[in-house]
């Protein structure tokens, strides 16, 4: 594997985490809300994600190989599952008995994914740090 290659693993590391850091963001900030354009109850949103892997020919061994080149997001994820009811007579979205279908996302459960998605991220970058300054090291050995 190349520097070339850890580095685009990295990277696209790094896209997938900031975009599960986005998604938890809007889980946190729709924690309450009720309605949404689409009618009901804003739903918890989950980024998919699978390997990306690239089928090459190796001359040394004569074979077919597949060497991942990183994630890639396929779909954010509406959970439709486990919406929270609540008795709220006054609130404007309560049915006629006076409950209130509430979003299904955990505050809890949103900061742990929270940490979790921001330890990944800084174990991504200073990953890619790592490739880009051994790169660096080289291209100051051709030179001496």
């Not at 609540?86 to 929270?114: F, I, Q, S, W």
């Not at 998605?117 to 001496?144: D, H, V, W």
Request: charged share 30%; aromatic share 6%.
């Amino acid at each position: 594997m190349s520097v070339f290659n850890s580095m685009k693993i990295n990277a696209s590391g790094l896209t997938l985490e900031r975009m599960k850091l986005d998604t938890i963001s809007s889980n946190i900030a729709n924690v309450n809300t009720t309605r949404t354009e689409d009618g009901g109850p804003y739903q918890r949103k989950e980024v998919v994600f699978e390997e990306m892997v690239k089928t090459q020919y190796n001359e040394q061994t004569k074979m077919r190989e597949e060497k991942t080149m990183g994630v890639k997001v396929t779909e954010i994820y509406e959970d439709p599952d486990n919406m929270r009811i609540v008795y709220d007579p006054d609130h404007p979205d309560a049915d006629e008995e006076g409950y209130v279908t509430m979003p299904n996302v955990n505050l809890l459960d949103e900061m742990v994914d929270l940490i979790q998605a921001q330890r990944t991220y800084e174990a991504n970058a200073t990953a890619l740090k790592a490739s880009k300054g051994m790169l660096n090291k080289a291209i100051e050995i051709s030179k001496g």
